[in-house]
């Protein structure tokens, strides 16, 4: 999403760390441009100018124009900037004295707001060990309920709902059912609109009043723009919430929205979802999203997300394979498993210091893995284990089996055995850091 607001930053700072002496009149450019990014890419006036202004102050009120190193400092400046205006620190989601904690669920229609109820199930049960119960108070949208209940039985989690349209009533009811139970938490899905109205409001603060929730989450589509924040203060003004939700946020648009919301209801961003799966969803660090805006990455992110697919053992008995040379194709598909296990792919790669730029050229979707996985599905177990067995007729019969080319089986395995020595090479040197020089044969796309 922050693609091209990262590239203009970047742009700008760059332009600054070129420079032999920095002074007033570079910096005074410098804080133009990025102000001019940050308004290309939607960011409220306001919260542009301020921003801006702030740099400014700091960077002339400090040692930045002596120093050894002026641009990397300027770069330090702006990075602290950035991660107070989104809110400096991670807001965690509050929990009640006595369960179960009530949180509440506002947005308007097409935000995403049912599918976040979902997410958050899963997220809770999984990651707080905590036993949900969603309560469908969302009863005039078609099928609303019917997808509430399709979601939550994939994690396993139960939905209270009734065959009547009294929200207020479905709310109530399930947090009885909830102590009944003994289920520490209820996630209220309530009713959207597609413009803010005065039906929707008054119903939420009456949900509001009747169960007195522990937490309330605005969820925001960041792909609406400013509307966005519009729309947030004028809930924020109704329902005082605790938190806003960002949806969307792998699309393809500016991302100004996630940049003003927190400067203008200042209530602090808790969670992204960055795609439709349940398991597309992240807490909201600050600082890790303006790391990656300053094309830093987001390594922290990258390792946790590392740590849940890939077991310890596995990975010291795959170590072994690739010292021994006897890494194969079935290894490399299981590898591309987990990888898709992890999230998003572009997501994935944008958190990697400069993979972004090294594979800008490529296709980059989970969809790009299908040839690889339909080639390696038409090999028989003796050709997966032994990718030298491949002769010409061999892939002549996986191309057709797999509905790909020769030339694409070809490319694959120049790739397979590129990535096999690039890996080789990481176990030798034991540095992670090797792995940047392969980032462009690894096979997330075609170009």
């Known amino acids: 999403m922050f693609e091209d607001l990262s590239s203009k930053i970047e742009s700008a700072v760059q332009s600054l760390k070129g420079q032999s002496k920095i002074t007033d009149v570079n910096i005074a450019e410098t804080v133009r441009e990025i102000r001019r990014a940050l308004l290309d890419a939607d960011v409220n006036l306001e919260v542009a100018r301020q921003f801006t202004d702030d740099i400014k102050e700091r960077v002339m009120g400090s040692d930045v124009l002596t120093a050894v190193n002026p641009g990397q400092q300027f770069t330090k400046i702006v990075y602290d900037e950035m991660v107070k205006m989104l809110g400096e620190e991670r807001a965690d989601l509050a929990v009640a004295n006595t369960p179960p904690t009530v949180i509440l669920i506002a947005g308007l229609q097409g935000s995403g707001k049912t599918t976040f109820v979902g997410k958050l199930a899963r997220y809770l049960k999984k990651e707080n060990n905590r036993n949900p119960i969603l309560a469908a108070a969302d009863v005039y949208r078609p099928a609303a309920i019917d997808q ?56 939420v603060a009456e949900i509001k009043k009747a169960v007195n929730p522990d937490e309330i989450l605005f969820v925001v589509d960041a792909m609406t723009g400013q509307d966005a924040v519009n729309t947030a203060k004028a809930f924020n003004d109704t329902i005082n919430f605790d938190g806003v939700v960002l949806t969307k946020m792998d699309g393809d648009t500016r991302g100004g929205a996630a940049l003003s919301i927190r400067s203008v209801v200042q209530k602090p961003i808790k969670f992204m979802s960055t795609g439709e799966k349940l398991d597309a969803l992240s807490p909201f660090y600050p600082d890790r999203l303006a790391q990656r805006i300053l094309g830093m990455g987001d390594v922290v992110s990258l390792v946790e997300k590392a740590q849940k697919e890939f077991d310890e053992d596995q990975a010291q008995k795959l170590q072994k394979k690739i010292k021994s040379d006897k890494f194969d194709l079935v290894d490399f598909y299981d590898q591309i498993q987990k990888i898709k296990k992890m999230g998003n792919i572009t997501d994935l790669v944008g ?17 790009s893995f299908k040839p690889i996985e339909a080639i390696i599905d038409s090999m028989t177990p003796e050709e997966r284990h032994d990718p030298s067995l491949l002769n010409g007729s061999r892939r002549r019969r996986i191309a057709k089996g ?14 397979f055995e590129q990535m096999k020595k690039m890996m080789k090479t990481m176990t030798k040197m034991n540095k992670v850091g090797r792995a940047m020089e392969g980032l462009k044969n690894l096979p997330f796309g075609r170009q």
Do not use: C, F, W
Request: charged share 35%; net charge negative.
């Open 148 to 203: 509430l209940k399709t979601l939550a039985s994939e994690i396993d989690v139960p939905v209270y709902s009734i065959n009547q349209k009294d929200p207020v009533r479905v709310a109530k009811e399930a947090v009885s059912m909830a102590k009944s139970l003994a289920l520490d938490t209820v996630i209220i899905d309530t009713a959207g609109r597609l413009h803010v109205d005065e039906k929707m409001m008054e119903e």
């Open 402 to 415: 797999s509905g790909t080319s020769v030339r694409e089986i070809n490319e694959l395995m120049k790739q």
């Open 351 to 367: 958190m990697i210091p400069g993979a972004d730029k090294a594979m800008k050229d490529q296709d980059l979707d989970e969809d």
